[in-house]
């Protein structure tokens, strides 16, 4: 037989394999949400005897990965001056090691020894199999007392202390009016006081995008079918009770963009400040607008990006040339916290800055590589997605309280204007501090930086 | 002691003891979301079917994974014997291993929770399994390996089902045990493929390989 003809049959014959695949398929819950079986109150009375256990393995799991002891930065408070900013580097190691041998390691020795940190390795939500959004309990009471709209769920609570979230209500600055600072008079914006505080400030396009973001909408955890996790027929969550106050409260989610549900990652809750410099949108999907992203995060985020189930438990669908545009344009002008040593082109004033912190912008430019992704001159973005391929590091595939750790993929470049703000970090949340991030990119990117290194990167990020 | 009862008593003992079902460690089974299971199911511990309690995400794994399993062992075993390149052969061997091994383990997990295991590869598997015997050479080897890329992928998706949506603590902790290594296997597997395609590649003479660009 000759070798062109061989390869021919061969090709032939993957061809027919790809046909014969589709005998045997995984059930459709493996894509989509199952309806539910049990009548609401037994699903809600085992979901409540089951909480202690989820509750409790799931503070194991933060108490074996993290220091999590109160330990504050002097000096050092978020932009609101409501909080102080906690330092230290918070990811324990495995026994034996430093993270100087560590990280005079290669990938395939830390692998294959083990000793990858597992606070590197994704975080799993509260309750995998169930996922879904949870809010801090400050988010909670604090609705609960302005609006009587319960956002508590009955079958989680949120994990992380609250030591480790943004201040909150978080302040909130407008690119249309510097002047001022923080807008926010120390109030959480809700659907009840948003006229009151924003009248004068606003256009009334912004105003009416403002209110949209703060009118409750049907979600999968909250709504009124049995299919949800709040005690009561909920009226649903809106946009900025996750972005609390156009920030962030650390409230979490599975990403919508990945099943089955063991291999969903968590999402924190990014800011959006800043908005309007970013061109590319979520952590993989690569939306190319707010407008975008905004019509998406109700139609699937909200629904865990099932448009199926959406449509029974009552989905809201923004008009695209008049609602969606007037949200977007009221996110568009929410600007980053005040950096006041920073120049316009994002590099550090000298005459401002201390030592450590212009040492620290060297390291970030230089040694460090950091300002190749982060470039200051814009917002410290690239508008690109990165795979750090941090599973150079850790065998995938383990399951850690229901989560299968697999490789991150691209990712995209997160901003580090008001970085201070937005504990915890990374998409998932997995990192508790600036010293613990940059002890991930010294592994990551190999770095082999010094303490004195590290400490100046710390310090230049809080002046960000 | 009746034979029933003497099967019950075995089941027991090779079921989740309860302290598994119910544990804080992290690294254990994970509960599910009880919002899934089928009314009147009996419970070991709160949204945990008790042995015996059927429910369809564990009764769809434990199908589909028994049957891959089989026919997993019957197509090393056939490559074990009929591969040329050194690199399958190994890999060959390495199957009947690894999923022969898995196997014992699911169908005695199955049995003793009341579900019948696949005794059999499924269709898909039995086509296969003919393409295999009519193939022979280099052809048989990348008939082989590509079949083996598919059916790790399919037994990777499979795996993390159980993990995510399964309520059978024991299946659960035997789909997390298992899930890495399946995952290793995929990655040799696609080492090997890129290997053999490198080499046609090179067998192909220089004239040729400009004019099929």
């Not at chain 1, 549900?261 to 061109?279: E, H, I, K, Y």
């Not at chain 2, 061997?93 to 005695?108: C, E, F, K, T, V």
Request: with cysteine.
């Amino acid at each position: 037989m000759s070798k062109r003809l061989r390869v021919a049959l061969l090709l032939a014959g993957a061809g027919l394999l790809a046909v014969a695949a589709l005998a045997d398929p995984l059930p459709p819950d493996a894509t989509y949400r199952p309806l539910p079986t049990l009548p609401f109150d037994a699903v809600k009375a085992l979901d409540e005897a089951q909480k202690p256990q989820v509750m409790q393995r799931q503070q194991a799991l933060l108490e074996q990965r993290y220091d999590l002891s109160n330990r504050p930065i002097a000096n050092v408070i978020m932009s609101g001056g409501r909080k102080p900013v906690q330092g230290g580097v918070r990811v324990k190691l495995p026994a034996g090691v430093t993270w100087d041998s560590l990280s005079a390691m290669s990938p395939d020795e830390i692998r294959e020894r083990g000793l990858l940190p597992a606070g590197f390795i994704p975080l799993p939500h509260v309750k995998q199999a169930t996922g879904g959004q949870v809010f801090p309990n400050q988010q909670i009471d604090e609705v609960g007392r302005q609006e009587l709209r319960n956002i508590r769920r009955f079958d989680v609570d949120f994990d992380l202390p609250d030591r480790f979230t943004p201040e909150f209500p978080p302040p909130i600055f407008l690119t249309t009016h510097p002047e001022l600072g923080d807008v926010s008079h120390g109030q959480l914006l809700t659907i009840k006081n948003y006229y009151q505080l924003m009248v004068g400030l606003l256009t009334p396009v912004q105003m009416e995008g403002l209110r949209l973001l703060l009118t409750p909408f049907p979600q999968e955890e909250f709504n009124q079918t049995e299919d949800r996790k709040s005690s009561d027929q909920s009226l649903g969550v809106t946009c900025l009770d996750c972005h609390a106050n156009f920030h962030t409260n650390a409230a979490f989610h599975l990403t919508p963009d990945v099943r089955p549900q063991a291999a969903r990652f968590r999402l924190d809750t990014v800011s959006l400040r800043g908005m309007f410099n970013q061109q590319i949108h979520g952590s993989k999907r690569s939306l190319r607008s707010v407008e975008d992203f905004t019509q998406f995060e109700q139609r699937t985020a909200y629904f865990n990006g099932d448009h199926v189930s959406a449509q029974r438990k009552g989905v809201n669908l923004p008009d695209r040339f008049d609602q969606v545009p007037m949200m977007a344009q009221m996110q568009n002008i929410i600007d980053f916290p005040p950096a006041p040593k920073l120049n316009p082109l994002g590099r550090l004033d000298p005459s401002k800055a201390t030592q450590q912190e212009l040492a620290g912008e060297q390291v970030f430019l230089g040694k460090g590589q950091c300002g190749q992704c982060h470039t200051p001159q814009t917002s410290f973005l690239d508008n690109n997605m990165h795979d750090l391929k941090l599973e150079r590091f850790y065998n995938i595939g383990q399951t850690v309280n229901g989560l299968v750790a697999l490789p991150d993929g691209s990712i995209k470049t997160l901003t580090l204007r008001g970085i201070k703000d937005s504990p915890p970090y990374l998409h998932d949340g997995r990192l508790l501090t600036l010293a613990d991030t940059v002890e991930f990119f010294n592994l990551v990117l190999g770095l082999k930086l010094t303490q004195e290194e590290k400490d100046s990167l710390v310090a230049y990020m809080l002046t960000l | 002691m009746n034979r029933f009862v003497a099967f019950a008593s075995l089941a027991v003992a090779l079921l989740a003891p309860p302290a598994l079902a119910q544990s804080t460690n992290p690294a254990s089974p994970a509960p599910g979301n009880p919002g899934g299971m089928p009314p009147g199911t009996k419970q070991s511990a709160p949204g945990v079917p008790a042995p015996r309690q059927t429910n369809q995400p564990d009764l769809a794994f434990i199908h589909a994974a028994t049957a891959s399993g089989i026919a997993e062992v019957e197509f090393g075993k056939l490559a074990a014997q009929k591969a040329s390149g050194r690199a399958v052969k190994e890999f060959a061997q390495r199957m009947i291993r690894d999923h022969g091994a898995a196997n014992d383990r699911l169908s005695a997990l199955a049995k003793a929770g009341g579900i019948a295991p696949a005794d059999r590869p499924n269709e898909e598997h039995k086509a296969m399994r003919v393409r295999l015997e009519q193939s022979d050479g280099a052809q048989f080897d990348h008939a082989y390996i590509q079949g083996q890329i598919i059916e790790h992928q399919k037994a990777a998706q499979l795996l993390q089902y159980e993990i995510g949506s399964g309520e059978n603590a024991e299946l659960k902790n035997f789909a997390s045990d298992v899930l890495p290594t399946v995952l290793s296997h995929l990655r040799m597997a696609q080492a090997i493929a890129m290997e053999m395609a490198q080499q046609r590649q090179a067998e192909v003479p220089p004239g040729d390989r400009e004019k099929r660009k």
